[in-house]
T-cell receptor, first 113, second 116 residues
Framework: GESVGLHLPTLSVQEGDNSIINCAYS??????FIWYKQESGKGPQFIID?????DKRQGQRVTVLLNKTVKHLSLQIAATQPGDSAVYFC????????????FGIGTKLQVIP | DAGVTQSPTHLIKTRGQHVTLRCSPI?????VSWYQQVLGQGPQFIFQ???????GRGNFPDRFSARQFPNYSSELNVNALLLGDSALYLC???????????????FGEGSRLTVL
């Protein structure tokens, strides 16, 4: 039967289109904001991070935007591919200290071929 | 190169039992962290160990304990299992105690625990 918590927000995107996944964070004191990708049956995989003193960072096919005024983080994936289908988590971490990463609510990305 | 390895991959226990989960970090990594991921939610931090010492603890009851061995592998122990302990337990390793590059934290594929 169905379990509580299975209803992840879902984003369906046509292959080749750009995807934008959004996240609202709560801790203004976090030093790093991170995006993870989790495929079915696997652990989270680091995609990209951004320091709190930046507002944009680009990687290979991915861009992360940070808006500290409204506590909003987004992940943009260019030319979305079927292999991008996964659950994406935003996360926060403080510099130094111990390695506690605080994960947000995931978003399921479905790529339509 | 071998990534973070965890065992067992799946296990079923009944309420009140005890479970031990194991983690081998990436070669050269000295820090291990444990996370609990309930179905449909993000992982939650349980513990971090570095050089066999506990460095951090999340908001989990004392039924949860862990240790790290001289070879940097780690065990997570959960006593008096409850139905709510059913989850994917993830281990993450990193080369250092304090990660300044968040990309240095690598997760294993987890141990899926079902408590009946």
């Amino acid at each position: 039967g169905e379990s509580v918590g299975l209803h992840l927000p879902t984003l369906s995107v046509q292959e080749g289109d750009n995807s934008i996944i959004n996240c609202a964070y709560s801790n203004s004191a976090s030093d790093y904001f991170i995006w993870y990708k989790q495929e079915s049956g696997k652990g989270p995989q680091f995609i990209i991070d951004i320091r709190s003193n930046m507002d944009k960072r680009q990687g290979q096919r991915v861009t992360v935007l940070l808006n500290k005024t409204v506590k909003h983080l987004s992940l943009q994936i260019a030319a979305t591919q079927p292999g991008d289908s996964a659950v994406y988590f935003c996360a926060e971490k403080n510099a130094g200290g111990y390695q506690k990463v605080t994960f947000g609510i995931g978003t399921k990305l479905q790529v339509i071929p | 190169d071998a990534g973070v390895t965890q065992s067992p991959t799946h296990l079923i226990k009944t309420r009140g039992q005890h479970v031990t989960l194991r983690c081998s970090p990436i070669s050269g990594h000295k820090s291990v962290s444990w996370y609990q991921q309930v179905l449909g939610q993000g992982p939650q931090f349980i513990f971090q160990y570095y050089e066999k010492e506990e460095r951090g603890r999340g908001n989990f009851p004392d039924r949860f304990s862990a240790r790290q061995f001289p070879n940097y592998s780690s065990e997570l122990n959960v006593n008096a299992l409850l139905l709510g302990d059913s989850a994917l337990y993830l281990c993450a390793s990193s080369p250092r105690d304090r990660v300044t590059n968040t990309g240095e934290l690598f997760f294993g594929e987890g141990s899926r625990l079902t408590v009946l």
